[in-house]
């Protein structure tokens, strides 16, 4: 069974950066398409950004322009790299596959705190 550890988060001002990880053991990253989620207090998590095991990459209209999923195959982790943040990026970070029928147990998710 795959297990996933997100790390990275943290408090930054407006318009910083911030690097996600997602450590997966039990599996290879490299076979399977990733996802990061987002869920902020009092909302439902929502997908941000994709990347399939082939490369492609998609994103949610919000983080468009802004953050880049990645992959590393070597390192059987996945990465989203988070440029000119908002406060509106604040949320609780997780990541998973794409697919609701595929998902692996959740992590702990990674928190990221935008605040001037």
């Known amino acids: 069974q795959v297990q996933l550890v997100e790390s990275g988060g943290g408090v930054v001002q407006p318009g910083g950066s911030l690097r996600l990880s997602c450590a997966a053991s039990g599996g290879s990253v490299s076979i399977y398409a990733w996802a990061w989620y987002r869920q902020a207090p009092g909302t439902e998590r929502e997908l941000v950004a994709t990347?399939?095991?082939?490369?492609?990459?998609d994103y949610a209209d919000p983080v468009k322009g802004r953050f880049t999923i990645s992959g590393d195959n070597a390192k059987n982790t996945v990465y989203l790299q988070m440029d000119s943040l908002k406060p509106e990026d604040t949320a609780v970070y997780y990541c998973n596959t794409p697919l609701q029928s595929s998902w692996f147990p959740w992590g702990q998710g990674t928190q990221v705190t935008v605040s001037p």
């Open positions: 990347i399939t095991s082939g490369g492609a990459t």
